[in-house]
């Protein structure tokens, strides 16, 4: 490192633009106390490990936003298609995900604008993990 780079600031992420490790801790935990009791979506987590479940997605959207690089280091890349590829995702699982995820973010009462750029990543992550279509029958296609 030279000494010109050790004098430049540092580039505020949007983790730390919206608080940081608890802004992350609430949202994750409001989340999933929709998710706990919800029939669509409670049968796709591990009964045995919610706090495991919690901590996955919590250290994943911290790592994402530019907070401690903790998940990759625990677990490797995120390879988020591939870890939700067992799960069969519906557009019901997708709504329902989104619904809760919804109530989650809007606790956090952020700004208009860090509001529109979270809610935007998560409805194309809840978009992107859908593995099941209404026409999903045995020698019928879905999308790639």
């Keep these: 490192m030279t000494e010109s780079s050790r004098s430049l600031p540092s580039a505020r992420t949007f983790y730390d633009e919206v608080g940081g490790a608890p802004v992350f801790e609430r949202l994750v935990a409001r989340f999933y106390a929709g998710v706990r009791s ?4 409670a049968p796709l987590y591990p009964q045995d490990d919610w706090e495991g ?7 994943f959207l911290t790592q994402y936003w530019g907070g401690p690089t903790t998940y990759s280091e625990q677990r490797g890349h995120p390879r988020l298609r591939m870890r939700h590829a067992p799960f ?28 529109a750029t979270l809610w935007g990543y998560m409805e194309m992550a809840a978009r992107s993990m859908q593995n099941r279509w209404p026409d999903d029958a045995p020698g019928g296609l879905s999308p790639a």
């Design 38 to 41: 919800d029939p669509v979506l």
């Design 53 to 59: 479940a919690e901590w996955r997605l919590r250290a």
């Design 88 to 115: 069969a995702i519906g557009a019901a699982q997708r709504d329902a995900w989104l619904s809760h995820m919804r109530a989650a973010v809007d606790s956090l009462e952020l700004s208009p604008e860090q509001d």
